[in-house]
């Protein structure tokens, strides 16, 4: 501190001035002492009765800074004893006063700097403490308050006489007061430091997150006498990083919901997961997608959540309400509860909408759909909230243009090979129509069975292209009238590998390419490319295998006529548990 320093520089100065004219006194007194010493006869022992407190009187008035009153003791007082005496006598008190008057006028000069030293630097750690950064307050050993500053007062919203003259508990209280836990009694049991994280209720009871670090405040001698308290506001330290947190988790949930769009390339899947992902990731209440037709005039809902069927089936003009609004600036529309604009007023009023979020759904820098959210359960959406409803709908873009390009080669890749399948039976006579006949078989046994939409979708594409390898068998052994020699036989069993060898690279569902393989095996073995048996074969296999000997059985063959219905269906009962699945050959007689 400035005021010590200058008290410790005072100590190594002398006011030599001052102590000049003090010394010239002395050696005044010591010669009126010299000149009148026989002319007064005054016995030394009353002198000497006044000599010890006149002295003593002296020397007080010094130490309070007042050398002229000091000095008039010494003169009024000391003088007349001072003529009493020999010259030796005088030259020796004279002496002694001058080192007297020195250590007098030093002292007094020394005390007078460092008391000016203390005040200043008392005022200057009392403004330290005003202005601290931190709040801070002092407290007695009976958890009295008597000391704040300002910073304390503004973080408990308390005033001054509240906070002074009132239990620590009182003021500012948390959930570690009359506990194990309280950093007063820590303190007061012996401990030098006590710093925790505490949330602290202020009197109109709204709570701050505070680090409070305890220490003791000691008097004379080191004595503990209170605690000094220094409370650090965290509160909006705290929130940041709850914030934080959550952009933490809501990232997480933005990279899995953009994994699951891109994950699928069935445009309906992508619509779906993309609006699921979004009301979880934006904690909404209620989204939609709407996509614009091929004229691109109008939006209409392709999914939606939370909104009624009025809503569902409107379809909303480009330029007009939220979503036209949207899909005709290609920007982002962030709306607030308050919000007040003539465009989407009518439109807030009949769908009850607080906050929403409508961003574009681009692909190739063109609009082609609006991605809509309302209703935040939680708060009111951010423009946080839209730049990542942005980024999936960006992402939601990129799916939907890479499903529809799927979607297009793989219908154009499906139909060259149903063209494969039909140049098949157009091969034989006896076989034409055979591959639609199979699959409406399959389809009936396949719902008979209540099989998932996607598995009866995989089953009737696989029913359909069954046969395709038989392309590569020749058209003398297909339309042979009597039976097969063992290599022509062999030639035929080819042809569900190479069925599959066709299909792989086409892109269908490996269940696909795998029924299509395995249409031929048999519950007991016997059967071909592979040999599998019960509980090897797939569902669809047996399923296709069971629908294809039925069509086989009742169609007129070069080899033998057609059977009837119940003929047929008397040889699948014959043979099921050997030849065919006895699940799949019920559910055909069932249906």
């Not at 503004?154 to 506990?179: I, N, W």
Request: charged share 25%.
């Amino acid at each position: 501190m400035r005021g010590a320093q200058e008290w410790q520089t005072s100590v190594r100065e002398l006011d030599r001035p001052r102590l000049l004219v003090i010394g010239m006194l002395l050696l005044v007194c010591v010669w009126l002492e010299y000149l009148f010493h026989f002319a007064l006869d005054i016995h030394e022992f009353y002198i000497d009765l006044f000599y010890i407190p006149i002295v003593l009187s002296a020397f007080w008035w010094g130490l309070k800074g007042e050398l002229l009153v000091s000095s008039f003791l010494i003169l009024l007082f000391v003088v007349p004893h001072l003529l009493m005496n020999d010259l030796t006598s005088v030259l020796l008190r004279g002496s002694m006063f001058v080192v007297l008057g020195f250590v007098v006028a030093t002292v007094s000069d020394q005390l007078r700097r460092a008391e000016g030293a203390y005040q200043l630097a008392n005022k200057e750690l009392v403004q330290v403490f005003q202005t601290a950064a931190d709040g801070m307050r002092l407290i007695d050993k009976d958890h009295n308050v008597f000391r704040v500053n300002k910073t304390f007062l503004d973080l408990a919203q308390v005033s001054q006489d509240q906070a002074v003259g009132m239990k620590c508990y009182e003021v500012f209280r948390g959930p570690m007061c009359h506990t194990p836990d309280c950093p007063m009694d820590k303190i007061f049991g012996g401990e030098e430091r006590v710093e925790c994280d505490v949330e602290k209720e202020r009197m109109d009871g709204t709570k701050v997150s505070c680090i409070l670090v305890a220490t003791p405040f000691r008097g004379a001698g080191g004595s503990l006498v209170g605690i000094v308290e220094d409370f650090k506001d965290v509160t909006e330290r705290n929130k940041a990083k709850e914030d934080l947190g959550k952009k933490c988790v809501q990232c997480a949930s933005l990279r899995r919901t953009c994994a699951d769009v891109s994950a699928t390339l069935d445009p309906d899947s992508v619509l779906q997961s993309a609006l699921d992902g979004a009301l979880e990731l934006l904690g909404a209440k209620a989204g939609s997608i709407m996509l614009l037709d091929e004229k691109k005039e109008f939006l209409s809902v392709a999914v939606a959540s939370g909104l009624s069927e009025e809503f569902t089936e409107a379809r909303e003009r480009v330029g007009e309400g939220i979503a036209g609004h949207v899909a005709k600036t290609a920007q982002p529309l962030l709306l607030r509860e308050g919000m007040e604009d003539a465009r989407f007023e009518k439109h807030e009023r009949v769908r009850g909408i607080t906050d929403a979020i409508s961003v574009p759904i681009k692909t190739v820098g063109e609009v082609i759909g609006v991605f809509n959210v309302d209703s935040k359960r939680e708060g009111i959406f951010s423009t946080g909230d839209v730049e990542m409803f942005s980024v999936l709908a960006s992402q939601v873009g990129v799916a939907i243009e890479n499903a529809r390009l799927y979607q297009n080669a793989r219908e154009g890749l499906l139909n060259t090979v149903e063209a494969l399948a039909v140049a098949v039976d157009a091969k034989d006579p006896y076989t034409r129509g055979h591959s639609d006949r199979v699959a409406e078989y399959s389809l009936t046994i396949a719902r008979e069975l209540s099989l998932s939409e996607t598995q009866i979708a995989e089953i009737d594409i696989a029913a359909r292209l069954h046969d395709v390898g038989k392309i590569g068998v020749s058209e003398r052994i297909l339309g042979k009238s009597g039976p097969l020699t063992d290599e022509e036989w062999k030639v035929v069993k080819e042809h569900p590998t190479i069925s599959a060898k066709i299909l792989e690279p086409v892109g269908f569902a490996s269940d696909v390419v795998v029924c299509v393989l395995a249409h031929h095996e048999r519950p007991d073995g016997e059967g071909y490319p592979n040999g599998m048996s019960e509980g090897e074969i797939p569902l669809g296999a047996s399923i296709i295998k069971v629908a294809d000997a039925f069509d086989a059985m009742t169609s007129d063959r070069p080899y033998r006529g057609a059977m009837s219905t119940e003929q047929a269906l008397d040889e699948l009962r014959r043979c099921k548990g050997t030849q065919f699945d006895p699940t799949v050959v019920e559910a055909l007689l069932r249906a």
